[in-house]
């Protein structure tokens, strides 16, 4: 089993730019798909950006198109988020998540057995 450990949030004004990663344990992450999550205080947790089980395609929610980049680097078992542009709307506790099995949509939390703790982002305006 994957084990998942988020880091580098922080606060930053509006405008400004941080890089999320997610480094994993344990075999075959090249094959799970994984997932940016965000959850802001009295909000439901909303997809961010992630890549399908093919371990290539990748998806973005609307909120976040052409200002946030998923990328992965399997040889460190190390997915990340470069955030550009950041928002105050931004502001939330980003989790990283993946899941081995095919379970049908990229988009939905539901799709993910494991989590890591998450990182907090503030973005001040």
């Known amino acids: 089993q994957v084990q998942l450990v988020e880091s580098g949030g922080g606060s930053v004004q509006a405008g400004g730019s941080l890089r999320l990663s997610c480094a994993a344990s344990g075999r075959a992450f090249s094959s799970y798909a994984m997932g940016w999550f965000r959850q802001a205080p009295g909000k439901e947790r909303e997809f961010v950006a992630g890549?399908?089980?093919?371990?290539?395609?990748?998806y973005y929610a609307d909120s976040v198109r052409g200002r946030f980049t998923i990328s992965r680097d399997n040889a460190k078992n190390t997915v990340f988020l470069q955030m550009n542009s950041l928002k105050p709307e931004d502001t939330a506790v980003y989790y990283c998540?993946?899941?081995?099995?095919?379970?049908?949509?990229?988009?939905?939390?539901?799709?993910?057995?494991?989590w890591g703790q998450g990182t907090q982002v503030i973005v001040s305006s």
């Open positions: 890549y399908n089980w093919s371990g290539v395609s990748t």
């Open positions: 998540a993946g899941e081995r099995a095919y379970s049908g949509s990229v988009q939905s939390p539901g799709s993910y057995n494991v």
